[in-house]
């Protein structure tokens, strides 16, 4: 897919990570910064609910439709070379064979981690 990247043609479309509903109020947050943020400003603690989403798969396809895939709101993000080249080399790193370059990869980025899914 590199003449696509090349020209500017992939994006990722990104999906939100929570729904918090305050009694009739749904709100989407992309990150834990966010929600946070958010529940502070709130008085009262009751009638919120919050869901944790780990992957697309777990919306349904209206949610999928009003966060990810709605032209007019979604959020994407752009994919250049430069990234292109450093994933594969990280993807290779991480999910091939050996072990001892994901181990030290690993240990060398634990602490510039910022959106982990446990």
Do not use: C
Request: no cysteine.
């Amino acid at each position: 897919m590199r003449d696509l990247i090349e020209r500017g043609h992939l994006y990722i479309a990104q999906p939100p990570l929570y729904r918090v509903q305050n009694r009739r109020e749904v709100r989407w947050f992309y990150s834990d910064k966010d929600r946070d943020a958010y529940l502070s400003k709130l008085k009262d603690g009751k009638g919120i609910t919050i869901q944790r989403y780990k992957g697309l798969g777990e919306m349904n396809p209206n949610q999928l439709w009003e966060t990810t895939m709605d032209p007019d709101i979604r959020t994407v993000l752009s994919v250049n070379v430069e990234d292109a080249m450093r994933a594969d080399t990280i993807f290779t790193q991480l999910m091939g064979e050996e072990v001892a370059p994901r181990k030290s990869f690993i240990q060398s980025h634990y602490d510039q981690v910022r959106n982990l899914d446990v």
